[in-house]
């Protein structure tokens, strides 16, 4: 097990590396020079030159990455070209909206997301079978911001059930806060709710064919013992896997969301930055967003010796 | 013998024009073409035929456990206790199944659950049947694992199907399937996926557990070996219907269907030497995808004449206590 | 990670005459409306100017329209035709699409059929695919376009580059369980070059995957193309593509919703007939899969 643990934090990081190598030559790649894209438009001369000493961008490449990659390790994410602070800070100012959207939405998408995939597969052809079908159809195709718009012309432009868009921190008191999240979140979970089930309804199908879910009956077990107790377990590792794609991929989701939904979050950071070319705001947010896909793997392969106990490393 | 003193108060399971049908995309399967039979309180019914006869399909529409998107039993009565099993809710039917009839499968390495510890599984039985506490249960547990005779019951109760072998896996299915003491438990073939070795540890076991509990059982195999072991009467069965029934003696001594004989005759039986090869049955087992006009074994029996190919004979005795369903049953019989 | 059993296991190659086409569309439904909607769309897209109407011009008198005989879809803040816009915006978004895919589907074949037979090759390049497969696609393609600024060019790569290494992780799959099939060994121990058994045996045993994967790749990459467009990144604003008309229509969507919905339904209509080929085409290569869905 520990070996298994070494082993999988090694690759880890090797794909950590990936991606650092990667990000740093981002700013090496893009035309022109950094040093001249760090300082911004309204730099002097003599600023450019700081930057430049600053960051050793006179080292050699190689020189220059394992600074780059002290300084992340150190925590310095570097400096906002357009508001001068740094990307640590602003990055987390903007970290509790994305935060709610995202649990919010893995909430949702994951409860909604297992139940109709068990419900589609222990009636196989029945009713809500075929809405699964239906709706996982729709839940591939239509794109999340389409999805936003429709939602809020219907439930906030014409109903005037819900806000339109913004959004209520949370010590302005749960109430405005959830209010403001409930058509977000539905709409950036419809997709993953699809994919969930789809995945859920697969592996239970797949289950629910074996000989001991047969055993079960004889035994007399109810229809709730045998697909909560019996079935759902054994179709857990496919199950858990997709949750955790899902959540490892819900970024890019999120990006649109709080674009649709005007939330200050980190996806309108990146939003701004790339318009603004706010090069180490997306650098930092493409880090943190492999780093959470690495980590969030790591605990999905460490979870399934949880769920199937033949899962030995 | 057992047919003698078979008045009404000691049949336990009785079994009438069973019908059960498979749907396809375009046709259905007759599985079972009607069949009856009964089981009685404390005895040993052997159940035999070749794969696709139609044994398993019978254990399993008497437990209400075919799939019910394919399959379904469109006639006949199982009455049990009293009960018609086919006419109780679903509800009622689970408080039937492992508590009053209970089966063991012929696939001991699927059969269990792999993410579940054996106790748990045995336990499950239990609690679903007594409502008793999880600790009581697993204790329940344990003392039948010791009951079925497994080694270090404490140890074994907390391993996972995958950490024992076969023949112990076999073990623990007959621990779950008597721990609610049934009074019918349906062995569907339980022998037939473990070792020669293994095979007879587990037929003295269930013969043995049988005796100490008075459990009446149904034996479904396709040996007939195992039959002459365990069981006191037989049906054999041919393309979704009994061909022959009769106690164990009279059907080795004087088998009336041409399928039984056949079926004998193709058995080593260790006297002969083991260069003689085996006759087989020619032909193939009729598709009951098409209505059969006559009697199903016809196409292969050596006897056939004419009336075989028109009319489905039916089962009757031709002694008293051995039934056979064949024209011919009265000239064929010392053939 | 282990992947989900959404990802396709592939059987033997199957053999498609021009008659078993015929009969495989006829019994199977979804390759015939998936394939069909997708051709209308095409169809639609590529004569556009004959029927649509102008997409650029600007009426300051029309402005925000509702729909109405001359202009079906109503008009946008600055008084264009929106039926025009979508209808030309199909262009847009089927070439950058479909562009994207194929350029998606050659580098992973490629990349996947050299990290299949080559062990060093495989080592290092499979880490990068990792590597790109850990940064979200948005977030990549966001990245890739930071480099140069908005353009058809740099989006059409910027797109394919994240959806690459899906590609090549499945034709490496397939070429390694081919690899060890005996026709392979066998035309090898018979003398056979090896790009010619790579050519002979090996390809043709990746299309039927590849072909699925690439319907998939080429809905996600409409996705993508929209959602960049949508934020600003994608296709530069001048040119009509839904991604832009949503955006620059949002404001408006309480008073002229069509400027909104008419982009938005077209998008989901040509993903979902992407989808609905890419699952046809699935079933027929793997009939094992569609009961399993």
């Not at chain 1, 310095?76 to 994305?98: A, K, N, Y």
């Not at chain 1, 967003?289 to 979870?303: P, Q």
């Amino acid at each position: 097990m520990a070996a298994y643990i070494l082993r999988r934090m090694l690759s880890a990081i090797a794909v950590m590396a990936m991606v650092g190598i990667f990000v740093f030559l981002l700013l090496r790649l893009a035309p022109g020079d950094p040093a001249d894209i760090l300082a911004g438009d309204t730099a002097t001369e003599e600023m450019v030159a700081g930057i430049r000493a600053s960051l050793g961008l006179n080292d050699p490449l190689p020189v220059q990455f394992v600074y780059w990659v002290r300084h992340m390790l150190g925590g310095d994410f570097g400096i906002s070209i357009f508001s001068g602070r740094p990307v640590l800070e602003l990055i987390s100012q903007r970290l509790e909206p994305t935060l709610s959207l995202s649990i919010l939405t893995m909430i949702l998408a994951v409860t909604v997301g297992v139940s109709f995939g068990i419900l589609a597969a222990w009636r196989t052809g029945g009713l809500i079978d075929r809405l699964l079908v239906v709706f996982s159809a729709l839940g591939y195709s239509v794109p999340v911001f389409v999805i936003g718009f429709f939602l809020i012309y219907f439930f906030a432009i014409r109903t005037h059930w819900l806000p339109v868009q913004g959004y209520k921190p949370f010590e302005s008191g749960l109430g405005p806060w959830f209010v403001h999240l409930i058509l977000p979140t539905v709409t950036l979970s419809l997709a993953y709710i699809a994919f969930i089930a789809r995945v859920t309804r697969a592996s239970m199908l797949e289950v629910l064919s074996e000989d001991y879910m047969r055993t079960a009956a004889a035994k007399g077990a109810s229809s709730y013992a045998m697909l909560f107790h019996h079935a759902l377990k054994n179709a857990g590792v496919p199950i858990l896997t997709v949750i955790g794609i899902s959540f490892a991929y819900l970024i890019g989701g999120v990006v649109l969301t709080e674009t649709v939904f005007n939330i200050p979050g980190i996806g309108r950071l990146v939003v701004d930055a790339i318009n603004n070319r706010d090069y180490p705001i997306i650098q930092s947010v493409l880090i943190l967003a492999s780093g959470m896909y690495v980590l969030i793997n790591l605990t999905v392969d460490l979870a399934y010796t949880l769920i199937d106990p033949r899962i030995r490393y | 013998m057992q047919m003698h003193k078979s008045v009404g108060e000691d049949i336990l399971l009785d079994v009438r024009n069973l019908e059960t049908h498979f749907f396809g995309e375009e046709s259905v399967t007759r599985a079972l073409g009607g069949i009856s039979f009964q089981v009685m309180k404390g005895e040993t019914l052997g159940v035999v035929g070749e794969s696709g006869c139609g044994k398993s399909v019978t254990a399993l529409s008497i437990l209400r456990l075919l799939p019910k998107q394919t399959a379904a039993t469109v006639g006949g009565v199982v009455r049990f206790q009293g009960r018609d099993l086919l006419e109780l809710s679903e509800r009622e039917m689970r408080k039937i199944r492992g508590d009053k009839i209970a089966m063991i499968f012929q696939d001991p390495m699927t059969s269990l659950n792999p993410v579940y510890t054996v106790g748990r599984q045995i336990a499950e039985a239990v609690q679903i049947h007594t409502g008793a506490f999880r600790s009581i249960a697993m204790a329940k547990a344990e003392e039948m694992l010791r009951f079925v005779r497994i080694a270090d019951p404490e140890r074994r109760v907390n391993n996972y199907p995958y950490e024992m072998s076969g023949g112990m896996r076999q073990r623990v299915m007959i621990a779950m399937a008597l721990a609610c003491s049934p009074e019918l438990l349906i062995a569907d073939e339980p022998t037939t996926a473990l070792d020669v070795t293994i095979q007879a540890q587990i037929l003295r076991l269930i013969v043995d557990l049988k005796e100490r509990m008075g459990t009446a059982v149904m034996f479904i195999t396709h040996d007939l070996g195992v039959v002459a072991e365990t069981c006191q009467r037989v049906i054999v069965m041919y393309a979704g219907r009994i061909v022959e029934q009769a106690t164990v003696t009279d059907l080795f001594a004087r088998p009336m269907h041409p399928y039984t004989q056949a079926l004998m005759r193709s058995v080593p039986d260790g006297r002969q030497g083991q260069q003689r090869r085996l006759p087989e049955i020619p032909g193939i087992v009729p598709n009951l995808r098409e209505p059969i006009i006559g009697c199903s074994f016809a196409p292969r029996c050596p006897f056939a004449i004419d009336i075989c190919r028109e009319k489905t004979p039916a089962l009757r005795d031709v002694e008293s206590g051995h039934a056979a369903a064949c024209w011919r049953s009265d000239e064929i019989v010392c053939a | 990670m282990r992947l989900p059993s959404a990802t396709l296991e592939t059987g033997p190659p199957v053999p498609l005459g021009l008659c078993g086409l015929a009969r495989l569309v006829r019994r199977r439904p979804l390759v015939l409306i998936g394939g069909g909607l997708l051709t209308l769309l095409v169809v639609l897209a590529l004569a556009a100017p004959l029927y649509a109407g102008d997409p650029v011009n600007m009426d300051p008198f029309k402005r925000l329209h509702p729909p109405s005989a001359a202009m079906w879809f109503g008009s946008d803040n600055l008084g264009r035709d929106v039926f025009a816009r979508t209808i030309f915006g199909a262009r847009i978004s089927l070439l950058v699409g479909l562009l994207s895919a194929a350029c998606a589907a050659v580098a992973g074949l490629v990349i996947g059929i050299l990290a299949g037979y080559s062990r060093s090759f495989d080592n290092i390049v499979m880490r990068v695919m990792d590597g790109l497969m850990s940064i979200p696609t948005i977030l990549l393609a966001i990245a890739l376009i930071s480099l140069t600024g908005p353009g058809i060019g740099i989006l059409i790569v910027a797109i394919a580059i994240p959806e690459t290494p899906a590609v090549a992780r499945l034709v490496r799959s397939v070429v390694l369980s081919v690899r060890e099939r005996p026709y392979v060994e066998a035309a090898l121990c018979g003398g056979a070059r090896l790009p010619k058994v790579l050519w002979r045996h090996i390809v043709p045993s990746t299309i039927p995957a590849l072909m699925v994967q690439s319907a998939t790749v080429c809905a996600s990459a409409i996705m993508t193309e929209a959602a960049l467009s949508f934020l600003g990144v994608g296709v530069p604003p001048e040119i009509p593509s839904w991604g832009n008309m949503i955006s620059s229509s949002r404001l408006f969507l309480s008073i002229a919703p069509m400027t909104v919905f008419a982009p938005g339904i077209c998008l989901a209509v040509t993903v979902l007939a992407v989808n609905l080929l890419g699952d046809g085409l699935r079933d027929m290569f793997d009939p094992r899969a569609k009961r399993r869905r």
